[in-house]
């Protein structure tokens, strides 16, 4: 009873911690300090991944729970996904024109319509089934950062496993979810890269 009751706290906190908007950041955050040579840049799109992929979806969430249109923390209640996902799609869209006028690198403006296109296939596929963005948001930034490196990034193939399990072990998600956010995020973030850099660039 005690070890069920600690794995499900270890559990809580793994799943509170590495929620999508975590991810947004950390993999702008990382692919800036990799790409951009310019501090200006580099701050620029640090912010703008704190503003419209974190700070801007927080406040969506946090409002919808005030208003009860959210029942709990986990929005394990397929239909009340709907609105964040559109809303969240729409801040996925609104740095790019600064992007393209500041003279960003392209990579960070192909990031965030890859968020935008993953997030849109998310709402679509949540009107029939539950996925988990958790993994789709972990397994956007394992298939960027596989991009630039050209290897597998272990610490967040870790994150991903244990991300998976914190999911299934609260009964928010089951295998079969987890492993199509993983490879849903994964998939389209690689290939749309690929595509881009070698046939449109």
Not at 148 to 172: D, H, Q, S, T, V
């Amino acid at each position: 009873m005690k070890n069920n009751k600690l794995s499900n706290s270890i559990a809580r906190v793994i799943s509170t911690l590495f929620v999508p908007p975590t991810f947004t950041v950390f993999v702008f955050t990382y692919c800036a300090f990799i790409i951009e040579i310019n501090v200006v840049n580099q701050v620029f799109i640090v912010g703008n991944s704190l503003i419209f992929g974190l700070i801007l979806p927080v406040i969506v969430f946090f409002s919808m729970r005030k208003e009860k249109r959210i029942s709990d923390i986990d929005t394990s209640i397929k239909e009340e996904r709907n609105a964040p996902y559109l809303l969240n799609s729409i801040f996925c869209i609104a740095p790019i024109p600064s992007f393209l006028i500041l003279g960003v690198n392209y990579f960070f403006s192909l990031l965030w319509i890859i968020f935008f296109i993953n997030t849109l296939i998310l709402y679509l596929i949540n009107k029939r089934w539950k996925i988990s963005a958790h993994l789709l948001g972990a397994a956007i930034s394992l298939g960027a950062i596989m991009f630039l490196e050209g290897n597998p990034n272990y610490f967040l193939l870790g994150l991903i496993f244990m991300i998976a399990w914190a999911r299934i072990k609260l009964k928010i998600h089951d295998f079969a979810q987890v492993i199509a956010g993983a490879l849903l995020g994964f998939s389209i973030t690689f290939a749309s890269l690929i595509i881009f850099y070698k046939y449109i660039i």
